[in-house]
């Protein structure tokens, strides 16, 4: 049973360059996700595009902090 990946396409936008620090085993999901990526995607993207568009996508999901946010 083939499950979607909750991250879609990648948008091109302006990068802004940060430096981050992954567990070796953070890093081994990120490039296995990478590979799944392009699997449904139908085209390779570098592991390290993946990570801003993950934690937007995780943000976003996060109810407590949109909520908190609109109080701002």
């Given at each position: 049973m083939s499950r979607k990946l909750k991250l879609g396409a990648?948008?091109?936008?302006?990068p802004v360059r940060m430096t981050v620090e992954l567990t070796?085993?953070?890093h081994r999901l990120l490039l296995a996700y990478a590979?799944?990526?392009a699997r449904e995607n139908g085209h390779a993207?570098?592991?390290?595009?993946?990570?801003?568009?993950?934690v937007?996508?995780?943000?976003?999901?996060d109810r407590g902090?949109?909520?908190?946010?609109?109080?701002a």
């Open positions: 990648v948008l091109e936008e302006k070796a085993e953070t590979e799944a990526h993207i570098e592991p390290a595009r993946l990570v801003g568009p993950i937007a996508r995780f943000i976003a999901s902090f949109v909520r908190g946010r609109g109080r």
